[in-house]
């Protein structure tokens, strides 16, 4: 079945500092999602990526599509405490497949 | 508006008993999903319903059931509860059972089994 990778597992990031996480599926994808949750808390939609290479910025936030459809990544610049939290891409197919996550934690 | 809710928040268990948890989707909304989410893990995906007719089905035992209602609402039922079941059960509506749509999670119900 469908299975998405998501590396790193953990990110300690310095308050400022930027850092990426990538996310990598065993087959072509029609569409990823992007959702974030807090700890405590439950996932919330990010963002869609649809088209081979589209790049999507949300502010400090700079999603990627692959060009093969098989891979994303997630870049954040100057990392603030509010980042704080577990990004996971989706496989969005007849059902979500989640990630495994990467948990990021922020070092004032 | 409201967005999706669902009962109970938290919720005590034994092995052996049964549960069962309830979702209201977002007004609007025609398609509720469960996901079992075990702690430091991703949701994994459990059913999805969509206009009262089972649309897709993860890898769970028979002993996990669902259903949705004429007014879109859902029910996620788990017999003989096992110690592994104990997890944060997420609900999360979609305006259609479209691949491409949004879905919103509800803030889920916390399972705990003895």
């Known amino acids: 079945g469908q299975q998405v990778m998501q590396i790193p597992q953990y990110q300690h990031v310095q308050e400022g500092e930027d850092f990426t996480t990538y996310c990598n599926s065993s087959?072509?994808?029609?569409?990823i999602q992007w959702y974030k949750q807090r700890p405590g808390g439950h996932p919330v939609f990010l963002i869609q990526l649809v088209k081979s290479g589209e790049v999507k910025k949300q502010k400090r936030l700079t999603f990627q599509f692959g060009e093969a459809k098989k891979n994303s990544s997630l870049h954040i610049t100057a990392t603030q405490t509010t980042d704080v939290g577990t990004y996971f891409c989706?496989?969005?197919?007849?059902?979500?497949?989640f990630g495994g996550g990467t948990r990021v934690l922020v070092k004032p | 508006d409201a967005g999706v809710t669902q009962s109970p928040t938290h919720l005590i268990k034994t092995r052996g008993q049964q549960v069962t948890l309830r979702c209201s989707p977002i007004s609007g909304h025609k398609s509720v999903s469960w996901y079992q989410q075990v702690l430091g893990q991703g949701p994994q995906f459990i059913f999805q319903y969509y206009e009262k007719e089972e649309r897709g089905r993860g890898n769970f035992p028979d002993r996990f059931s669902a259903r949705q209602f004429p007014n879109y609402s859902s029910e996620l039922n788990v017999n003989a509860l096992l110690l592994g079941d104990s997890a944060l059960y997420l609900c999360?509506?979609?305006?259609?059972?479209?691949?491409?749509?949004?879905?919103?999670f509800g803030a889920g119900t916390r399972l705990s089994v003895l």
């Open positions: 999360a509506s979609s305006e259609t059972g479209d691949a491409k749509n949004i879905q919103y």
């Open positions: 087959t072509t994808l029609s569409n």
């Open positions: 989706t496989a969005a197919g007849n059902k979500l497949t």
